[in-house]
Each structure stands twice: as structure tokens, then as C-alpha cells.
């Protein structure tokens, strides 16, 4: 529990703090309209379905204001840079932006359905009531006449009309439809499989959200649901007057009930987040418009594209990424990518593997390139953080890589190099494990150089205990299992240290890492697929101590 606390405890108690405020809005609204004085009338003809059809839409206003908080990227690096006085776990919460961003979003999407089927309920009720089908009560009330002295509560009002037609026709119900219609669309394509194997079809989908919060603003406009002015003269009193709709305007304790629509609130709650989001596309495109020069352009083996760039004012952090725009294949699509260099470096570089249409678009243009020529131009922004820039704040870190994740890991050795050759003083960290699994030999060669160099200066230095490294090659064969184990020279690095065929275990990594640093608080970084986080996430807490003077181990994941 103690080890739970450390690795989830404020997580936890955000979520528990926005699950209540959704709690609580469901529960205030629906108790409001099921037991408000002035919606008794409004509650005679559609029943409980008035307050299931508000409260889910209290819940989505307030989701709403949320959703497109997680993904003003620029936003989330100022704070990062605000909390750096702040502990570590306060910065670990904004590095699960987009888990949070998808659980909003799922909120979102149950609140839509809930509201929608009330509303299409309510609609249909509206309409029996106008054709007089239930009670003398609801047929007074939906003749109600629209003029000077009344107004009405049916908003359906001629009885000819067909539920689908009054859905089509007014701004509640066109909006509704396709607030809808782009919402099933944003999430359906936001699927795992659509997102990885067509991300062309997630991004542009993505972006009906334009479409989604403009429907949202103008959605309470047609003032569908109404409510009894309770400060009429005189009065009319419900109570005494339900029971009597043929004296309404007769006689004097009972006048003709006058009814008003709510004031849209929707926009109130959004136009801020709105606000912040434009300023952030405003920002990428001043970024977008910054001139980009090419520094270099090599292709690595594996279809690994390397470029490095070169851009005025230009300052990063170790681990940061930023995104690509390439107007010669898109104009639209923005690409996140791992930048490879280090801080120290006057250039900034991003390895690209070949992983759709976009990336192999790129490639082949890059690859048509005459030699020493200059590439397409391309639109850059950023930088943003991640969890990685905090691996210098441990004394010991584990960096987990794999395939072409190791690319953030790339820049925070490249800068311990740099850090090393300048005999930096403030590097508090004394030792770094590195694991990288890949599937293929040919994928470590352009990151062996970088590790070569590396363990040469450790060891002229004296230093070769402070990186540990471990390169897995999990697509193995027999042939290569002799080479990499019986020859005096790993073949597949040229590193003093063998690769390793197969996949950690990493109860043993863990354990050995725990004996070697008893009293250290251990940052462990990944850089990988979901499955690998889950289970390097429960081996973080399985082996932190609860005692604060014993080993802790904090689990950090890249998110773009």
C-alpha cells in the first residue's frame, strides 16, 4: 500500500477529485430539475426524463472545459518549467495528459449518449402531448399560445409535424445531430488500430473537434427546455391551478403560466479553454512561419532517416520532441518526434523510422535528393516536455528503450558526454542502466557509434561503472546466437559489452539494480510500447521500499 501511495497517490486523488465534481453536477442537476418549483409543468409532460436529459449535460459542460486542456502543449511545458521547485510526483501528473485527455473524453462520449436518448425521448413526449394523447393537463399546456401576453412550453408547435422533421429543423436539434455525428467520428477513429495503422484518417478526423465546439456554443440557443417565470402578477400558482386548466386567464388566482427558455451557459464554460487552444495554433503557426535550414540529412540502415536541422532561437531540453509539418506532403498533418541530439549541440536532430504513409513520403523525397542539397521546406514546433527531462533530478536512473524509442534516451547520453567533457558540476547523477530491445541487428548500428564514444570516455576517465548498458535483440536466430555469444567482439555493435538475444528478465534487472544502490531513489525511464509500461510500472512498485532511507524506484513514460 505504502509503495502504491508513493507511484499512484495523487494520481488517484485527481481522478477521485474529478469523478466527484462529476458526481456531484450529475447528482445537483438532476435533483434541480427533478424538483425545481418552476419545472413542474415541464416535468407534467415529460416526466423524469427532463432531469436524465440536464444533468448528463451539466456533466459534459464541465468535461468540455476540460478536453482540450491536456493537449495545449505549450501550456503543459510552462507548468513544467513552473513546478521544477515542486517534487517530482506534481510533474509526473502532466505527463499523463493524454490518459487523462481520453478518459474526458470517454466521460464525453457517455454523457452524449445518456443525454441524447432523454432528448430524443423528450421529443417524442412533446409531440404525443401536442396531439393530445395524455392528459387535459398536458394538452392545456401544450396549446399554450406564443403571443404578447404567454409564452409557450411545447416547442413543437402545429400537429402535423413529425418528431424527425422538429429534430432537423431547429437549432437544438441540428446542432445535436451534429455535435453527434462528428463525436462518434473522433472517437471511433481514435482507436488504437485506426491510430496506429492510418493516422492520416485519425488526424484529420480529429480535427471535426472545430466543428464539434462550434455546434456546442450554438447547441442551447433554441432554448428547448423551458421553465415556468415563478415572478409573474399575479402569480399563477401550480399547485392550486394543475387541476383547473379551464379557469387559466378566467379567473383571477389563476393566471395564464408563462414559460421562458434557459440562458446557454454552454459557451460560458468553454470560450476559455477555446481561447487557449487557438493561441496555442497561433503559436505553431509563428513557429511554422521561422525559417528551418537542413544541417544534415543521412539515411540510417532499417529505413531510419536522420535529420538534423538548424533553426534561430532555438533552445532544448534533454528527452523533448517536437513536431514536423512537411507542406510538400501536407499541409495540415503535425508528426511528433523524439529529438536525438543533446542541449549542448547547435543543431537539433530527430531519427525517423519508416512507420506510414507520411514517414515513407518523406523518406522517398529525401532519398531523391541530390547530394548536399537542401530538403523540402519544413515547418517545426516546439520543443515540449516529457518525463525524460527530469532524469538528471535521480542519482540512478533506468532507461528503457524500445526499437526506435530509444531516441530521447539518445539525447540524454549524448548530454552526459557533453556534461563529462565540460566537467559539469551540477550533474547529480552517479549512475545510469540502459536497456534497449530491438528486433532487428541492423537497427542498433546508428546508435552504436554514440555508445562507442561513450564508453571510451568513461573509461578514460575511470568512470566505467557509471553505464551500465543492455541491447536485447528479441528477433533472433541460431546462427546469430553463436555469433553475438562465442566470438571475442560483440558483431552486431562492436561494444565491449554483448548483446543480449531474447527479453529481459526484469525481476533480475530490478533486484540487481536494488542490491547495487540500497539507499538511492532510482528514476525509471521508458520509452515503449503499452504493454512493457505495465509491466515496468508493477516491478517499480514491487521493489521500492516504503522506508525513505532504502531504494525507491519511480516509473516515468513518454506520451506524444
Avoid at 474 to 486: A, E, I, P, R, S
Amino acid at each position: 500500500m505504502g509503495n502504491w501511495i508513493i507511484n499512484h497517490g495523487l494520481t488517484s486523488f485527481i481522478l477521485v477529485v474529478w469523478m466527484g465534481i462529476n458526481i456531484f453536477l450529475f447528482v445537483w442537476f438532476y435533483f434541480f430539475y427533478d424538483l425545481g418549483d418552476q419545472f413542474f409543468y415541464t416535468r407534467h409532460i415529460l416526466g423524469s426524463a427532463l432531469a436524465w436529459a440536464r444533468a448528463p449535460a451539466a456533466v459534459l459542460n464541465f468535461n468540455c472545459l476540460l478536453i482540450l486542456l491536456p493537449v495545449c502543449r505549450n501550456l503543459l511545458s510552462l507548468l513544467r518549467g513552473s513546478f521544477v521547485c515542486c517534487g517530482r510526483t506534481m510533474r509526473k501528473q502532466l505527463d499523463k495528459n493524454l490518459s487523462f485527455h481520453k478518459l474526458v473524453a470517454y466521460m464525453i462520449g457517455l454523457m452524449t449518449a445518456v443525454h441524447m436518448i432523454a432528448h430524443l425521448l423528450n421529443v417524442e413526449w412533446y409531440n404525443n402531448s401536442r396531439q393530445g394523447v395524455y392528459d387535459k393537463l398536458s394538452t392545456a399546456l401544450s396549446n399554450l399560445e406564443d403571443s404578447d401576453n404567454t409564452t409557450y412550453l411545447n416547442p413543437i408547435r402545429t400537429t402535423d409535424i413529425i418528431p424527425t422533421y422538429f429534430v432537423f429543423t431547429t437549432i437544438a436539434g441540428l446542432t445535436g445531430v451534429i455535435i453527434t455525428l462528428c463525436l462518434i467520428l473522433i472517437i471511433t477513429s481514435s482507436m488504437e488500430v485506426i491510430r496506429r495503422s492510418y493516422f492520416e484518417v485519425f488526424w484529420y478526423t480529429h480535427h471535426l473537434f472545430v466543428i464539434f465546439f462550434a455546434g456546442l456554443v450554438f447547441h442551447g440557443a433554441g432554448r428547448i427546455v423551458r421553465s415556468q417565470n415563478m415572478d409573474t402578477i399575479p402569480p399563477h400558482n401550480f399547485t392550486f391551478c394543475k387541476d383547473r386548466s379551464d379557469d387559466w386567464g378566467r379567473i383571477p388566482e389563476c393566471p395564464i403560466p408563462q414559460f421562458r427558455g434557459g440562458f446557454p451557459q454552454t459557451w460560458m464554460w468553454v470560450i476559455g479553454p477555446m481561447v487557449l487552444y487557438l493561441c496555442e495554433r497561433l503559436l505553431r503557426f509563428i513557429r511554422y512561419m521561422q525559417a528551418v535550414r537542413y544541417r544534415k540529412i543521412v539515411m540510417r540502415p532499417s529505413k531510419v532517416l536522420e535529420l538534423q536541422l538548424v533553426k534561430n532561437g532555438f533552445t532544448m531540453e534533454v528527452g523533448q520532441y517536437v513536431f514536423l509539418n512537411c507542406p510538400a506532403i501536407s499541409q495540415l498533418e503535425w508528426h511528433p518526434f523524439t529529438m536525438t541530439s543533446a542541449p549542448e549541440e547547435d543543431f537539433f536532430s530527430v531519427h525517423i523510422r519508416s512507420a506510414g504513409d507520411w514517414t515513407n513520403k518523406l523518406i522517398s523525397i529525401m532519398e531523391q535528393l541530390p547530394e548536399g542539397a537542401q530538403g523540402p521546406k519544413m515547418g517545426v514546433d516546439g520543443p515540449f516536455g516529457t518525463a525524460s527531462e527530469d532524469v538528471f533530478d535521480y542519482e540512478v536512473a533506468m532507461l528503457v528503450g524500445a526499437g526506435i524509442g530509444v531516441t530521447p534516451f539518445a539525447s540524454i547520453l549524448k548530454s552526459i558526454w557533453y556534461k563529462f567533457k565540460e566537467s559539469n558540476p551540477k550533474l547529480r547523477t552517479r549512475k545510469i542502466y540502459f536497456y534497449w530491445l530491438c528486433r532487428e541487428t541492423h537497427a542498433f548500428e546508428w546508435f552504436a557509434d554514440l555508445l562507442q564514444v561513450l564508453e571510451k570516455e568513461m573509461d578514460e576517465r575511470g568512470m566505467g561503472d557509471f553505464l551500465t548498458y543492455n541491447l536485447y535483440l528479441t528477433g533472433w536466430d541460431q546462427n546469430l546466437h553463436f555469433h553475438v555469444h562465442y566470438r571475442d567482439t560483440d558483431v552486431v555493435t562492436g561494444l565491449k559489452q554483448k548483446t543480449h538475444y531474447g527479453r529481459p528478465i526484469w525481476d533480475k534487472e530490478f533486484e540487481k539494480v536494488r542490491k547495487e544502490n540500497p539507499t538511492s531513489v532510482v528514476g525509471t525511464f521508458l520509452c515503449g510500447p503499452e504493454a512493457l509500461a505495465k509491466v515496468l510500472e508493477k516491478k517499480c512498485a514491487k521493489y521500492s521500499d516504503v522506508d525513505p532511507r532504502k531504494t525507491k524506484f519511480y516509473f516515468n513514460k513518454e506520451n506524444f
